[in-house]
Every structure is written in structure tokens, then in C-alpha cells.
């Protein structure tokens, strides 16, 4: 399964370490959101789409990227996020949203803690320092097998079904 992962990681670098775990356990291409070229995703199975969370939503360069996207009908596609705040999920529904009106299916999503220094936090050295650690990236390679176990076996399913 030919797959890509567009990533925005802007600060301390929480996201990249995250897309960094996922791309290699799915064997993926991994892009910074500021050099895709949106001509080229209609070549992949599955795109990962993932920031750290910014004004409780992704970052706006990922939006910018989605929005420019061409509708690409029942793409699979998961999300992904760092966050400063517990139930990071919550704030995917934006960009879920707007995948959707590209022709996305989600089929997936993870989110795990990050290193913020966002306002007042800064004064106070920042939260959750030294994260996301190694049991947060644990996470995040266990989440990415399972996903592409459960497409391989998806895949599998659909050939022998003749779909």
C-alpha cells in the first residue's frame, strides 16, 4: 500500500518525532506541509494528515494544504496530532470535517501529548517536558502497525471477495 504522510510541526519538533515513528513503521513518504505537491496524492492508498494542536485545531498550514486539495473520492486517509492538553482527538473534528468535503474517508486517528510553551505556559517551563517520550512514540508505532494490518487484511479481504 503505497502511503504518505503530510506533516506541520512548528515548535519543538513534537509532531515530526511522531510522523518520523509512523512513516517508518508504514514504509511511507513523509512531507512537510509546506512541499507537497497536491498534483502528486491521487498515487496514494492512504494519506496521513497531522500537527500539533494550535487554537484548539490543527495548524492552519494543513488546513491551507487541505483546502487546496482536489476532490479525491473515498481516499483513505488518518489524522494525527501532538498536544499540549489530555484527549488531543477532540479537537481532529475541523480537519476531519474538511477532509470530508474532499472525498477523505477517516479511517483512523491518534493524538499524544507534546512539549507546549504556548502562552502563560512558557513562564512556567512549558508543559509535559520531554514528551512526546518514548512511551508516547511506542504509541504511535503500535497505532501504525495496526493500521496497516488492518488495511492489509482489508485489502486481502476485498481481492478474495472480488471487489
Known sequence: MKTI?????????????????????????LIDSNKVNVDELSNYDLIGFGSGI???????KLFEVVCGLPILENKKAFVFSTSGMKHGVRFHKPLKRQLATKGFNIIKEFSCLGFDTFSLWKLFGGLNKNRPNKKDLGMASDFAQELGKNLSISKKYNNIQGL
Open 5 to 29: 504522510i503530510i506533516y506541520t510541526s512548528v515548535h519543538h519538533g513534537n509532531t515530526k518525532k511522531v510522523a518520523d515513528v509512523m512513516a517508518k513503521v508504514l514504509h511511507a513518504k
Open 54 to 60: 494550535f487554537m484548539l485545531k490543527h495548524h492552519k
